[in-house]
């Protein structure tokens, strides 16, 4: 199977287990389920949640390595990823009309209600793992690994909203490189690094490789976000399904502001491959780790 075939693999994998979760009964708050359903189920990479059952998949022993014990956090960890989505599209934030070709949340609905799914999705995120590891006890199973995993989750999600919230309060401000490499680590980096070690504590992997997946993890996760920098400079608005120049428009500090864009396609490539030869020792069980290292500097979109 080549790289393309084995994404679409995990792509449909992820996409029909988040089809799965979701609620279509009859209720007075319908809406807001159906507020939910229309940004999770949008589109998008699923890089994320793939990053989980890719590291699993790499850094298993057994003979039977299935991804159900990964479930629970592969569908939470989109589930918090859109979450993110829609209150960045909000006006308060970014105020984007456009998400993955279609209209943002709150242009679909409204404002309020995209609050409120994006606090859903979050919820509904820490709702789904809980009641795994509950009746995992109620089973009289062991939970440590799954509480690690948790913690990471929910500390990465803070991450998150704090890199989130110093972009927003740094637009039209000069800023060090030291403080805007600090809200890629954060704002995109943690729940790609959260992904990753998530996949590592599910498969039990030692220390060594622990150590060895997450320095991959990190040198992806700014790739991923010096590539948007890149994109949204230079990328196609039909093929991104978004606007392009956002970040020029809100004078925002960017690679490519702070570095030119040659220098960023550099520091772009240098760290990519930086991150391959940190999981090199894997050899052909790498391959798709690998491969999506050079996905994410490539991508169009």
């Not at 308060?92 to 609905?109: E, P, S, W």
């Not at 990471?152 to 401000?173: F, H, P, Q, V």
């Not at 220098?263 to 491959?273: G, K, R, W």
């Amino acid at each position: 199977m080549n790289f393309k075939e084995e994404l679409k693999e995990y792509q449909k994998y992820v996409n029909d287990k988040l089809q799965e979760s979701i609620n279509y009964e009859k209720c007075p708050e319908e809406v807001l389920n159906a507020s939910t359903e229309y940004s999770l189920m949008a589109g998008g990479k699923r890089i994320r949640p793939i990053l989980i059952l890719a590291t699993y998949k790499m850094l298993c022993k057994n003979e039977n390595c299935n991804y159900d014990k990964c479930l629970p956090y592969v569908i939470s960890m989109e589930m918090i990823h859109n979450f993110s989505l829609i209150h960045d599209d909000l006006p308060g934030i970014d105020n984007d009309d456009m998400r993955h070709g279609k209209l943002t949340n709150h242009k679909a609905f409204n404002e309020a209600t995209a609050i409120l799914a994006g606090d859903k999705l979050l919820n509904g995120a820490y709702n789904n793992i809980s009641s795994y590891i509950c009746k995992k006890i109620e089973e009289g199973k062991n939970v440590n690994n799954d509480v690690k995993a948790m913690q990471i989750l929910t500390n990465a999600t803070d991450r998150m909203i704090i890199g989130e919230y110093i972009d927003t309060e740094s637009e039209n401000k000069e800023i060090p490189i030291e403080l805007l490499d600090y809200i890629h680590e954060n704002k995109t980096g943690a729940l790609i690094e959260a992904a990753v070690k998530i996949g590592a504590i599910m498969a039990k992997a030692s220390k060594e490789d622990f150590e060895s997946v997450s320095t991959y993890a990190k040198k992806i996760g700014l790739a991923f976000q010096i590539k948007d920098d890149i994109l949204s400079e230079i990328g196609d608005e039909k093929i991104m399904g978004k606007p392009v120049g956002n970040d020029k428009e809100k004078n925002k500090s960017t690679y490519v502001s702070m570095y030119g864009l040659e220098v960023a396609e550099d520091i772009l490539e240098n760290i990519t491959f930086e991150a391959i030869d940190s999981i090199h020792k894997y050899g052909e069980k790498a391959k798709f780790l690998k491969e999506l290292a050079m996905y994410i500097k490539d991508r169009e979109k």
